[in-house]
């Protein structure tokens, strides 16, 4: 079964605005990353949290980390047509391990 | 050129044909996955290879072999395809050392078995 979830499935939103997708997940994980896939494409690795860590900022991306809730959100500012992808989260359950788990991801449209 | 490659990009076969997917990397990166991509379902973790001569299963191993004889190639073979295994099929690897989680991801191997 997966172990994460996303939410929403789909987003929609006007360029310039603010993206935030959020994922759940159902046990204990040792670090969490998310993931983008462009249309047709393989994922790249944007950002990783480790459970340690409460927020974790790269450029336009800010990722917040809620083990207590087993959650974690993903937050684009300033969105481009660019950022227009599937955004996913994965999570490594124990130090050591190399082995993701992927949520079903969260297909996000920036219109002009 | 220097990453991580797929071949072929695209493969249509026929019902209980053996069909091997091309995976391979220049890093020298220990670790290797092959993940399958369907809607609603995500990213399904295949096998995984943390080494030469090193392989487990994931999620989804069933009618899927792997070899891994050198550090920069993992093979995926389909011993006897069927309709179910149509999907995108993703390469990656990961340096497996330091502290570094993230995976480096393929372009994707397009697989429609009729």
């Known amino acids: 079964s997966q172990q994460g979830e996303e939410d929403p499935q789909a987003l929609s939103i006007q360029e310039g605005e603010n993206a935030t997708m959020n994922c759940s997940y159902k046990?204990?994980?040792?670090?969490l990353q998310w993931y983008r896939q462009n249309s047709g494409r393989g994922l790249v690795h944007l950002i990783l949290i480790r459970s340690n860590e409460r927020e974790k900022h790269s450029g336009r991306l800010r990722v917040t980390l809620d083990t207590s809730k087993k959650s974690s959100s993903l937050l684009i500012t300033a969105s481009r047509a660019a950022d227009t992808a599937s955004y996913f989260c994965?999570?490594?359950?124990?130090?050591?391990?190399?082995?993701?788990?992927f949520g079903q991801g969260t297909r996000l449209t920036i219109n002009p | 050129d220097a990453g991580i490659t797929q071949s072929p990009r695209y493969k249509i076969t026929e019902t209980g044909r053996q069909v091997t997917l091309m995976c391979h990397q220049t890093?020298?990166?220990?670790?290797m996955f092959w993940y399958r991509q369907d809607l609603g379902h995500g990213l399904r973790l295949i096998y995984y290879?943390?080494?030469?001569?090193?392989?487990d299963k994931g999620e989804v191993p069933d009618g899927y072999v792997v070899s891994r004889s050198k550090t920069e190639n993992f093979p995926l073979t389909l011993e006897s395809a069927t309709r179910s295994q149509t999907s995108v099929y993703f390469c990656?690897?990961?340096?497996?050392?330091?502290?570094?989680?993230?995976?480096?991801f393929g372009p994707g191997t397009r697989l429609t078995v009729t």
């Open positions: 994965a999570t490594s359950l124990f130090q050591g391990a190399q082995k993701l788990v």
């Open positions: 890093w020298s990166h220990s670790y």
């Open positions: 290879s943390a080494a030469a001569d090193i392989t």
């Open positions: 046990t204990s994980i040792n670090n």
């Open positions: 990656a690897s990961n340096p497996g050392t330091g502290g570094a989680y993230e995976q480096y």
